[in-house]
């Protein structure tokens, strides 16, 4: 980056572009979070083989991906174009352009990213997500909603907003995954341990103020809320690892399969040297298989329900879509109304919707623990097995 002309002049000049332009309430919509950024995407990108071309174009998209801001807030990507056209045209190919155009327009929250540059770009632009500096940069973004958009909120609603941005964004790259992902869920469980103290701290000056306990539906429907958002919390991070040991495996799986399939046996010189890898690598296939399947069998969605549900049960909850859904819609209106009227019996079917929630969790985990220990053990053991090959053929 430090060699190439075009976006070390483009980095001077979006520089003075936020210094001359930029109002001083953008705490955390500046130039040090564009550095940032760009910073994130040249280290995401080591790990593919960009070609000069596509690495320039996305340092240029990073560069200019916040600039709209110096115009307005919301959709301030189209503006961030505006910038990066008029700062371009007739000095760059159109094609790249419109590259970097579209690569612009992908910073807008939520859109799913579409191609490799796209996805880095992506992390790179929430790449405090997973840092430990997370809560510290939300801070100056809370300063800047409440200077620009006129938006305050409690301690209480702040942390929510940021525990639901956090469960909602996830990293695209293998890299970003492997290297942010586990600090971003600590931030995900720091931010729900953040919700928990204040709505703790909450009740108690609601008590203090009004000089008794606050009445006691309050508390119940703090406990049922609580548990439902960190069941909810527990299976995004369970289904998010899974996914991590499918990606990583399918590889692994890929690889190999590719390597017996054009004859790669390391050596020719004669039979034992022509299949002594072959071994090891049989073991490693199948160890990422089975972790394959288990991380399958943790993440696959389980909505069956084979029992016809019954409303006098005591152990089925209506609250349960695959229960609900089998009744007619009258009915199902008609069950909520006397839900609603009755507050002990709301109170089982949430519990008990809460206990088949943790059944379906522990399975999860059970299969989970059972993919990383075969993941782990097939990797120690393949690495040992090539080792020793090695030292006896010697």
């Not at 910038?83 to 859109?111: R, V």
């Not at 006129?150 to 702040?158: A, G, I, R």
């Not at 039979?271 to 160890?287: C, D, K, N, Q, W």
């Not at 109170?347 to 059970?366: E, F, Q």
Request: charged share 25%.
């Amino acid at each position: 980056m430090k060699n190439n002309a075009i976006v070390k002049d483009a980095e001077e000049y979006v520089f003075n572009l936020f210094r001359d332009k930029l109002p001083n309430n953008y705490v955390y919509h500046n130039f040090n979070h564009t550095d940032e950024t760009v910073k994130a995407c040249k280290r995401l990108s080591k790990s593919y083989n960009l070609t000069s071309r596509d690495y320039e174009v996305l340092m240029l998209a990073a560069l200019f991906h916040d600039t709209g801001y110096i115009n307005t807030y919301q959709g301030h990507e189209v503006n961030s174009v505006k910038f990066m056209e008029a700062y371009l045209e007739g000095n760059y190919p159109e094609d790249d352009i419109s590259e970097i155009e579209a690569l612009i327009l992908s910073t807008k929250f939520q859109t799913v990213p579409d191609g490799s540059l796209q996805e880095i770009l992506h992390d790179a632009d929430y790449i405090n997500i997973g840092r430990k500096n997370f809560n510290r940069r939300a801070d100056l973004l809370r300063i800047e909603w409440e200077r620009i958009l006129e938006e305050t909120y409690t301690e209480e609603e702040w942390a929510e907003v940021q525990l639901k941005f956090l469960v909602d964004t996830n990293f695209k790259t293998d890299d970003a995954v492997l290297k942010y992902n586990k600090q971003r869920e600590t931030n995900i469980i720091e931010q729900h341990n953040k919700i928990e103290e204040h709505k703790t701290k909450r009740i108690k000056e609601e008590e203090k103020a009004l000089g008794k306990p606050v009445k006691e539906g309050r508390g119940i429907e703090t406990l049922y809320r609580s548990v439902y958002a960190y069941h909810i919390n527990l299976t995004s991070i369970a289904d998010n690892k899974a996914n991590m040991m499918i990606s990583i495996n399918t590889i692994i799986i890929s690889i190999v399969i590719t390597l017996f399939g054009t004859g790669f046996t390391f050596s020719t010189q004669n039979e034992f040297g022509s299949i002594r890898f072959v071994f090891p690598m049989a073991f490693l296939l199948l160890t990422s298989l089975l972790t394959v399947v288990f991380a399958i069998l943790s993440a696959r969605p389980n909505v069956t329900n084979k029992e016809k549900f019954e409303l006098s049960k005591k152990d089925s909850s209506i609250l349960f879509f695959g229960n609900f859904a089998q009744l007619q819609l009258k009915e199902f209106v008609d069950r909520i109304e006397e839900l609603k009227q009755e507050k002990n019996e709301l109170y089982n079917s949430m519990s008990v919707d809460i206990y088949y929630l943790g059944s379906v969790l522990v399975k999860k985990y059970r299969y989970l623990s059972w993919s990383y220990n075969i993941f782990m053990i097939g990797m120690v053991l393949s690495a040992v097995g090539f080792i020793v090959i090695m030292l006896l053929s010697n």
